[in-house]
């Protein structure tokens, strides 16, 4: 990287001096030391799910076992000391509590059945068992002793709430009373469900339109990919409807509470020098609001003033978004792609999770009331180091997926824009791709590791404040919600940065640091602009999703009066519309990007670019016009104050300024009677 990080790698400054800019494609790799951090990273992670296969017992998760260390349905080795242990539980699969009320505290067995029938007393239980075979007393308890035994949760026989009739749940033997035994959030749920009609009445609605739900989200899809292409045709009308509603509304409310206040004044007149105090504050009242809402629509008024021309920029630029679109329509299946490789990663990292949870080794303890010899399985200390290295890679490896997708994205709208011949445009999704994963690998590991510095301690501060909920002061609580709200704001910050930094990187194809500076700059210089299209852009976006969302609920009404039987007609209709919204929101979310994209190309384009032969815009028409009319504007009102001072630029031929003619054809030029047709031929 050098010695300075934020300095251009080519001796350039990021804001002057900067090469005439253009798609580099003399790239190098960047940031070469993170990439083979986050490739030495990912080597670690596969070394904790090695680690984790081979050490943890996933049968002891998915099978359950007992106090001696045995799993329920299988075989078992001997664990010396352990009197109990290494029996073959083949015919016993599933795993019984001696106090379903408390089961870490209580003993376990396998069993060949789960109780059920009338059990209320010790001769039940012998009954049971020699009608079933199911013995649910301690393994070395006889079944004629079972009516003399003790019933406790240390054994040797079950305590009452536990014989109550039980159905298997995951090989555990769970009582069907459950509301019976506590009010746990799992058993409120199921109390609702077992009681409340119309959550049956529900989940028979949503399984009975359970393909209609299918096909209005694939009517979504259509929707949400007509708006996107269509969004750019409506997005100024849009904004003159805002215009016209904000300006007219605050207009409104400011003469009515004028008005109002002119009445009531006359009404307090008319008490004379009795007035109740009660018209009085009234009447002061309606004045301070009838103020406050003739300042609030002055500054309005001044705001759009100011902004109009930037506001125009904003849909100018969704214009070129959706052009954009039109030139790369597969651009808008990236969020599937990205979806599927996280949903493969985090299944993966489940799984891992699931065995480096059942690994451990066993440790054996005495049980002082029985003193029978009992099996745990503890972790080692090494086990918790790789529960946060993988907890960690979770963050990471998800932040890098999503940092993937703003590059490739970023990449080729800069690629559209910096191509002056737009219509021999060639999709440029698999050529970035491999820019990525050539050259810039390193730069998203950096920056999706900068975002994970960030969520970490996010995280456990959430977590803290989970924990010591109800036990901490107030003065505590607030600074935990305000070093939350701090955290949460800068890794907003840092996203937005990042994602535009890669813009930056695709462009230039220069190291993270030096690009984020770029990216920082150009953001900060043109801060009213993206105000203004963060504003316009997100309103205009939002109603598209609206748009989308309202079209498949107008679908659905339709679709739905087919099905006789529904119970709530509602119900699935605002299933589909949530899922409808849900499909707008992953479409725009590249709308978003590439928006955010074409800014960072425009404003790096005018700086560098100035128009002229020499220097032209890469930009389309439509922006250059804007620029064009800006430019125009500027010029003319420097002109206007030069304009005593220096004479009129002489011109060989209409619309040709003779100082960037070559010296050849200056000559003619000044002979030209056309030039100087009131000069003598001395004077010329």
């Not at 937005?496 to 640091?513: D, P, Q, R, S, W």
Request: charge should be negative; include cysteine.
């Amino acid at each position: 990287m050098g010695c300075d990080c934020l300095a251009d790698p080519d001796g350039y400054d990021a804001t002057d001096g900067a090469p005439p800019l253009s798609k580099s494609e003399d790239r190098s790799c960047t940031d070469c030391l993170c990439a083979i951090l986050f490739l030495v990273f990912l080597v670690g992670m596969g070394v904790v799910a090695g680690f984790a296969i081979a050490a943890g017992s996933v049968q002891r998760v998915v099978y359950g076992y007992d106090s001696y260390g045995n799993i329920c349905g299988m075989k078992n080795e001997k664990y010396p000391g352990v009197e109990l242990s290494g029996m073959d539980m083949t015919d016993m699969p599933y795993v019984f509590f001696m106090n379903i009320l408390d089961p870490d505290d209580s003993i376990e067995i396998c069993v060949k059945k789960c109780p059920t029938g009338n059990i209320t007393n010790l001769e039940d239980i012998k009954a049971f068992a020699e009608e079933s075979g199911s013995k649910l007393c301690s393994y070395n308890t006889p079944i004629e002793d079972y009516p003399t035994s003790k019933q406790d949760e240390l054994g040797p026989c079950p305590e009452r709430d536990s014989l109550h009739d039980s159905t298997p749940v995951f090989n555990r033997c769970i009582p069907d009373n459950v509301k019976e035994l506590g009010k746990s959030f799992l058993e409120t749920a199921l109390e609702i469900l077992n009681s409340n009609q119309y959550i049956t009445k529900i989940v028979a609605d949503l399984y009975m339109a359970r393909w209609a739900i299918l096909g209005m989200c694939g009517l979504a899809f259509v929707f949400a990919l007509a708006m996107v292409f269509l969004i750019r045709f409506v997005a100024s009308f849009i904004v003159w409807i805002i215009y016209a509603v904000a300006i007219g509304s605050s207009g409104a409310v400011t003469v009515l509470l004028w008005y109002t206040y002119v009445q009531r004044k006359k009404d307090m007149e008319g008490f004379g020098e009795m007035v109740p105090d009660s018209i009085k504050e009234d009447v002061r009242a309606f004045l301070i609001y009838s103020i406050i809402a003739t300042v609030f629509f002055v500054v309005l008024l001044l705001v759009i003033l100011v902004m109009r021309k930037r506001v125009a920029f904003a849909v100018e630029l969704l214009n070129q978004a959706g052009k954009g679109l039109i030139a790369m329509p597969l651009l808008l299946i990236q969020p599937v792609w990205t979806f599927i490789a996280l949903l493969l990663f985090f299944a993966y990292w489940c799984v891992v999770m699931l065995f480096l949870s059942v690994t451990g080794k066993p440790i054996q303890y005495n049980n002082t009331i029985n003193g029978e010899m009992h099996v745990e399985y503890q972790e080692g200390e090494l086990i918790s180091y790789f529960w946060w290295y993988h907890v960690i890679g979770l963050i990471w490896i998800a932040e890098f997926i999503l940092a993937c997708q703003q590059f490739v994205i970023g990449a080729c709208v800069a690629d559209w824009y910096f191509t002056r011949d737009k219509k021999s445009f060639s999709s440029p999704i698999l050529r970035n791709i491999g820019y990525l994963i050539r050259y810039h690998f390193g730069s998203v590991a950096f920056g999706s590791f900068i975002i994970t510095l960030v969520k970490i301690p996010r995280a456990i501060l959430m977590y803290m404040q989970s924990k010591m909920k109800g036990s901490e002061s107030e003065l505590v609580r607030f600074m935990l919600k305000c070093l939350s709200c701090c955290l949460w704001c800068l890794e907003k910050f840092l996203k937005f940065l990042n994602a535009n930094a890669y813009t930056v990187i695709a462009i230039e194809g220069k190291h993270f640091c030096f690009s984020a500076k770029r990216a920082f700059m150009i953001l900060v210089s043109n801060a009213l602009r993206v105000a203004a299209i963060n504003c316009v852009g997100d309103f205009v976006l939002f109603l598209g999703k609206l748009g989308v969302a309202g079209l498949t609920a107008l679908s659905g009404i339709l679709i739905l009066e087919a099905i006789d039987d529904l119970n709530y007609f509602a119900v699935p209709l605002l299933a589909a519309a949530i899922f409808a919204f849900l499909i707008a929101c992953a479409f725009f979310s590249i709308y978003e990007m590439t928006i955010d994209s074409l800014l960072i190309c425009f404003c790096e384009d005018t700086r560098v670019n100035d128009g002229s032969p020499a220097k032209p815009y890469f930009m389309e028409s439509g922006l250059m016009e804007f620029v064009s009319n800006s430019s125009k504007a500027i010029d003319d009102e420097g002109a206007a104050a030069a304009s005593a001072a220096a004479p009129a630029p002489v011109t060989a031929k209409e619309g040709v300024d003779v100082r960037y003619a070559a010296p050849e054809e200056v000559e003619p030029a000044l002979q030209s009677e056309k030039l100087y047709p009131d000069l003598k031929d001395e004077d010329k």
